[in-house]
Nanobody
């Protein structure tokens, strides 16, 4: 059974940094493109960063230049380094695989980790 466990969230002031790890199990992790998704209050869940199986990264415009995604295949873990946090980064952050057409995966969703950016 596929399982993703996110952690590392918290309450941060604008301009702060956080690093979110996500541990994966039940999949051949190294073979999958992985992504970090964000669901802001009252909004749909969106893909904000992704890393291919080969390590190529891509970011949503809203986070490009501030967030960095990476993966450690030996640990079955994907990370999201978040710098220069803004109040609009507030939301629940999830990791999951990335589909071919970038639509939301049907399953595998974990509990997510809450990130709140506020002064």
């Amino acid at each position: 059974q596929v399982q993703f466990v996110e952690s590392g969230g918290g309450l941060m002031q604008p301009g702060g940094s956080l690093r979110l790890p996500c541990a994966a199990s039940g999949i051949m992790f190294r073979n999958y493109a992985m992504g970090w998704y964000r669901q802001a209050p009252g909004k749909q869940r969106e893909l904000v960063a992704r890393v291919s199986s080969g390590g190529r990264t891509n970011y949503a415009d809203s986070v490009r230049g501030r967030f960095s995604i990476s993966r450690d295949n030996a640990k079955n873990t994907v990370y999201l380094q978040m710098n220069g946090l803004k109040p609009e980064d507030t939301g629940v952050y999830y990791c999951n695989s990335v589909t071919m057409n970038l639509s939301l995966p049907d399953d595998g969703w974990g509990q997510g980790t809450q990130v709140t950016v506020s002064s």
